[in-house]
């Protein structure tokens, strides 16, 4: 069992494997100082790899119908200390209640989110509430608000 504060689990290779309960408990009793540590590097590559991986399964088709936007969402950290201003991009679409990975387009994305891999984890597993986030400029949106504001329904986060 993890302690409160050791983010030991994230130096296992079982990341992937853990089921969306799991997790979400893990980041949970994880503190933000500790998270932030450790997604880093190659922790940092499979973490968010395994976010945007799953992220289709996630999706609620039904309060996706009629839902139609490119989104990207930009991870920041990507040059650790010697570029802390790089970004990796993950780009999806959600049409016709599916969400489908893209690979970067040469157009604008309807949707563009912007944040820290640690907000995201804690986001996706409902460790943390995105509008708060965004109160907190933690987590930035730009493009079509209106759309964007219907993304937290689309999705489910922490344990179902």
Excluded at 95 to 105: K, S, Y
Aim: one cysteine or more; proline letters at 8%; aromatic letters at 4%.
């Amino acid at each position: 069992m993890t302690e409160r504060g050791s983010a030991g689990w994230l130096e296992s290779d079982g990341l992937t494997a853990l089921d969306a309960s799991e997790l979400a408990r893990l980041v949970d009793r994880t503190s933000e100082r500790e998270l932030r540590h450790r997604l880093i590097g190659g922790v940092r590559e499979v973490a968010l790899r395994e976010i945007f991986r799953r992220m289709p399964e996630y999706l609620r088709p039904a309060r996706a119908a009629g839902f139609d936007a490119v989104i990207t969402w930009q991870i920041t950290g990507a040059g650790g200390t010697g570029r802390p201003d790089a970004v990796d991009e993950y780009w999806i679409r959600v049409h016709d209640g599916r969400c489908t990975p893209l690979a970067p387009q040469p157009t604008p994305p309807d949707i563009s989110i912007r944040t820290d891999p640690t907000t995201l984890l804690r986001i996706v597993t409902g460790n943390e509430d995105p509008i708060l986030a965004v109160l907190k400029q933690r987590l930035t949106v730009h493009g079509d608000l209106a759309q964007a504001a219907r993304l937290p329904k689309l999705f489910t986060t922490g344990p179902p």
